[in-house]
């Protein structure tokens, strides 16, 4: 089984300001990972995924990540943030086989301050 | 449809209530799941279903809940008697596959209050 560390469950950051959002797994098989970002009253949307390769994912609006697997973490990162990148953001694990399921961990609240 | 579609969005119901809870995932996608999101909790696992195997039911938090997909497709989650720790955003997801690489599609949840 996997699991998922989010240990910061609120980031506040000024507007243009880089930012890290910290997620760190556990897990005793070879792992897919993911971020997921969530806006107000809306579903989850799939910011960025690493299956194999290289350990520096890009996603969409400019976010990153970087697989560090001596470290179990896949920190997500942006140079910088705009207002509308408030939202709530989930890392999320699963093993890389078949029937697996995702698993996520308790989400980073990030507010931009303008 | 383009997306996964839930409904209602929201639903307000009496404790000791029945609910029943739709979700239709994306037409060709044979995997979807339903999580549940409780404020500060993230997202719990309730049910996986995958083509015609068996569901993965080992997320259900008591015989309370139950789940079914007919004909492959749409998914029902039904909370019988419901109790106020009930309270939570469900959401569906599905996915083109039994593995989990292509990452999975949510609805924009039903928003369920138990008074």
């Known amino acids: 089984a996997q699991s998922v560390t989010q240990l910061d469950s609120q980031v506040p950051v000024f507007e243009e300001a880089p930012v890290e959002l910290r997620c760190n797994y556990s897990?005793?098989?070879?792992?897919?990972l993911f971020w997921y970002v969530q806006y107000p009253n809306q579903g989850l949307q799939l910011l960025l995924k690493y299956l194999s390769g290289s350990t520096l994912v890009k996603g969409i609006n400019g976010f990153e990540a970087e697989f560090n697997k001596s470290q179990t973490s896949f920190h997500l990162r942006k140079p910088s943030v705009h207002i509308s990148d408030t939202a709530e953001y989930f890392c999320a694990v699963s093993g890389s086989f078949g029937n697996e399921k995702l698993t996520f961990g308790t989400g980073t609240r990030l507010t931009i301050i303008p | 449809g383009a997306g996964v579609s839930q409904s209602p969005s929201n639903k307000v119901t009496e404790k000791g209530k029945d609910v029943e809870l739709r979700c239709d995932p994306i037409?060709?996608?044979?995997?979807l799941y339903w999580y549940r999101q409780s404020l500060g909790q993230g997202l719990e696992f309730l049910i996986y279903?995958?083509?015609?195997?068996?569901?993965?039911k080992s997320g259900l938090p008591s015989d309370r809940f139950s789940a079914e997909r007919t004909g492959g497709s749409v998914s029902t989650l039904t909370i019988q008697r419901t109790q106020q720790e009930d309270s939570a955003v469900y959401l569906c997801?599905?996915?083109?596959?039994?593995?989990?690489?292509?990452?999975?599609?949510f609805g924009s949840g039903t928003r369920l209050t138990v008074v």
């Open positions: 897990s005793s098989v070879s792992v897919y």
């Open positions: 279903f995958q083509g015609n195997s068996a569901p993965d």
């Open positions: 037409s060709g996608h044979t995997a």
């Open positions: 997801a599905s996915s083109l596959g039994d593995r989990t690489n292509y990452g999975y599609t």
